[in-house]
């Protein structure tokens, strides 16, 4: 019981409040009217009046606390501070709808796993494929199928999970924009380094390395990317002109393939090296397989022949 509600109860105790106010009506009657019989009973009776009225006056001093429409309530919620807040039912009623209001609207935190899980399950879409992940150009989406499913499966909800997949591909794509800027700068310097001449017979050279090598123009490719990524432009281009001297395919290099690859090829010696070349049974079978040097120089002839650079 609150300290309030103990005041109150102390000060309407019907008992109390009847013997103290006997005692002052006994007195009074003693000495206005004697002690006869008839007196003592009209004293009797002041008496129980008084107390009366005591506990009457007690009951209206609770009344001016608290509402009147909380003296129809069970004694548990008669004196409950909390309700008297409101001065009426109606205002009761309202502030009843505001509370079911407010908590229809929050969202209970889940505290264990199968709580979370269920919590994911009304908040994800129908199915995986409801994700609309943006894939980047060239991208082959593998990874964004990987990520519809992990997505479901955890329970993200599609905004958040389109969202956070966007966000991915500005930073990938960020960080791929500063490593080609890299690459580039790198291989300026070394063609600085090496002079034009020099940098396109080591190119040439390494082409010629790695066909004999039996590794055609994809393979290559895959694995100067893998390289360009951990090693950076410059030091994989490097490492590839020494291995290109090493072989001894440097000395093989002939002019035509380095004019081809600097530019300074006219149409008109592009097409006499044309007609040199569809002599010779064995380049031009080579020519004909796709990533092969010999089909690389004989495109560049064309070119150069045509006044394409």
Known sequence: MSEVAGALSDGIDPGAAGAAEGGAGAG????????????????????AGAGEGASGSGGEQASSQYPAWMNG??????NDPDLARYGSV??????LKETRAW??????????????KEFGEKLRPESADKYALEVPEGDSGAMAAEYRKFAFDEGIPARHAEATARFFNR?????LSKIAT???????????????????????????MLSAAGIDAESTDAMV?????????????????????????????????????????????????????????????????????????????????????
């Not at 109606?90 to 502030?95: H, M, P, Q, S």
């Not at 380095?258 to 010696?269: D, E, I, T, Y």
């Open 171 to 175: 930073v990938q794509a960020e960080q």
């Open 225 to 309: 990317r893998a390289l360009e990524q951990t090693h950076g432009a410059g030091k994989t281009l490097r490492a590839l002109f020494t291995l290109a001297e090493r072989t001894g395919e440097l000395e093989k290099v002939d002019s035509t393939s380095v004019a081809l690859n600097m530019g300074g090829m006219s149409p008109q010696a592009a097409q006499a090296e044309i007609n040199k070349l569809m002599n010779d049974k064995a380049f031009m079978d080579k020519a004909g397989t796709k990533g092969t040097p010999e089909a690389a120089k004989w495109k560049r002839l064309n070119e150069a022949a045509a006044g394409r650079k």
């Open 103 to 116: 908590a229809r609207g929050r969202v209970p935190i889940p505290q264990d796993d199968a709580g979370w």
């Open 90 to 95: 109606e205002d009761l009623a309202k502030g």
């Open 182 to 208: 890299t690459n580039q700068e790198e291989l300026r310097a070394l063609d600085l380094e090496l002079g034009a001449h020099g940098y396109n017979v080591r190119l040439e050279a390494t082409r010629a």
């Open 73 to 78: 309530l069970a004694d548990e919620l008669r």
């Open 28 to 47: 009074g009657g003693s000495q206005s009217g004697g002690g006869g019989p008839a007196a003592a009973g009209t004293q009797g009776t002041g008496t």
